[in-house]
């Protein structure tokens, strides 16, 4: 969400980078406003869906408090120039 909105992020509570980088299943990062949060937790909880608070948007840099701190415009141009696009569609049209 970070490189397509250019909206850099803070997140606490990450133990480590396995946790950082961990693909478990069924889990998801929802947003919402800062008005909405609480109620977005409550509702998520009374379904009985475990939830996390994990930081805020905003500024430019993305910081994962002991894990992670860069700036926006630095991983969206690394995002944008790693994997060339031509290369990226020609895989997929295979």
């Known amino acids: 969400m970070a490189m397509r909105s250019c909206v850099g992020f803070r997140v606490t509570g990450i133990a480590?980078?396995?946790e950082l980088?961990?693909?478990?299943?069924s889990r998801v990062v929802v947003c919402a406003v800062p008005e909405r949060a609480g109620e977005v937790a409550t509702?998520?909880?009374?379904?009985?869906?475990?939830?996390?608070?994990?930081?805020?948007?905003?500024?430019?840099?993305?910081?994962?408090?002991?894990?992670?701190?860069?700036?926006?415009?630095?991983?969206?141009?690394?995002?944008?120039?790693t994997i060339p696009m031509a290369l990226g569609s020609a895989a997929v049209s295979r």
């Not at 475990?50 to 992670?68: A, F, I, N, W, Y």
């Open 43 to 81: 509702r998520a909880s009374e379904a009985g869906v475990p939830v996390t608070l994990l930081g805020g948007s905003g500024g430019d840099r993305l910081v994962v408090d002991g894990l992670l701190d860069v700036a926006l415009a630095e991983a969206v141009e690394a995002w944008r120039t």
């Open 21 to 25: 980088f961990s693909e478990a299943p």
């Open 16 to 18: 480590g980078h396995a």
